[in-house]
Structures are given as structure tokens and as C-alpha cells.
């Protein structure tokens, strides 16, 4: 009993290494980033587009919206992709900044 446990416990380690993997956030449509447009889009437009934000903040006393979908494998290509987005006093867009590793037709 003590020998297969001895065994079975390095191939267990393996399998858990493998199929460990860490996820923050949650998917968006990335492709709709391109429908953004400063000074019109409101923050309604943007939670309607992409969801809820997966945090919220300020940055020089602009609200800011953060979307995150970041997954990191023991093994295989990482993914990360996320959209940050400052609005204007009036609650339209100020500015924003995607970024992704995915390749462009990838992007959805």
C-alpha cells in the first residue's frame, strides 16, 4: 500500500500542475472596442456593451472603469486582455486604453 502511494502521489502532483490555472476577471467583447467614441459614449453605453466593470476608481478625479480577462496556465499560452476606461464630469468618455497579447483576429 505504501509502495502505490508512493507512486501515485508524483503522478497526482503532475495532473494538478497541469491543470492549475488562475483566472481574474471575466470575458468581454473586445471587438467592441472599436465602437467606443470619445466625448459620445456614455457609461450606460459602456456597462450595456461590456457588462459590469470588474472594478471602479478614480484617477485625477475622473471615475475610471476597469475590464479585466486575465488566465495564466502552468502550461500553455497565457491570456490577458483588459480595457480601462475614464469618463468625463458629464459621464461620457474621456479616454480609454485596450490592451491584449491575443492576436487581432482573436479579438471578439
Given at each position: 500500500?505504501k509502495?502505490n502511494?508512493?507512486?501515485?502521489?508524483?503522478v497526482?502532483?503532475?495532473?494538478?500542475?497541469v491543470?492549475?490555472?488562475?483566472?481574474?476577471?471575466?470575458?468581454?467583447d473586445?471587438?467592441?472596442?472599436?465602437t467606443?467614441?470619445?466625448?459620445?459614449t456614455?457609461?450606460?453605453?459602456?456597462?450595456?456593451?461590456?457588462g459590469?466593470?470588474?472594478?471602479?476608481?478614480?484617477?485625477?478625479?475622473d471615475?475610471t472603469?476597469?475590464?479585466l480577462?486575465?488566465?495564466?496556465?502552468?502550461i500553455?499560452?497565457q491570456?490577458?486582455?483588459?480595457?480601462?476606461?475614464?469618463?468625463n464630469?458629464?459621464?461620457?468618455v474621456?479616454?480609454?486604453?485596450?490592451?491584449?497579447?491575443?492576436s487581432?483576429?482573436?479579438?471578439?
Amino acid at each position: 500500500m505504501k509502495r502505490n502511494l508512493m507512486v501515485l502521489a508524483p503522478v497526482l502532483v503532475a495532473c494538478l500542475a497541469v491543470c492549475s490555472c488562475v483566472s481574474l476577471g471575466r470575458r468581454f467583447d473586445a471587438g467592441a472596442v472599436k465602437t467606443i467614441v470619445m466625448g459620445k459614449t456614455t457609461q450606460f453605453d459602456i456597462e450595456r456593451t461590456f457588462g459590469e466593470p470588474f472594478r471602479t476608481g478614480v484617477d485625477s478625479g475622473d471615475v475610471t472603469w476597469t475590464y479585466l480577462d486575465y488566465h495564466f496556465g502552468v502550461i500553455g499560452r497565457q491570456r490577458t486582455t483588459d480595457l480601462l476606461v475614464k469618463f468625463n464630469a458629464n459621464g461620457t468618455v474621456k479616454s480609454y486604453a485596450f490592451n491584449t497579447n491575443q492576436s487581432e483576429s482573436s479579438v471578439r
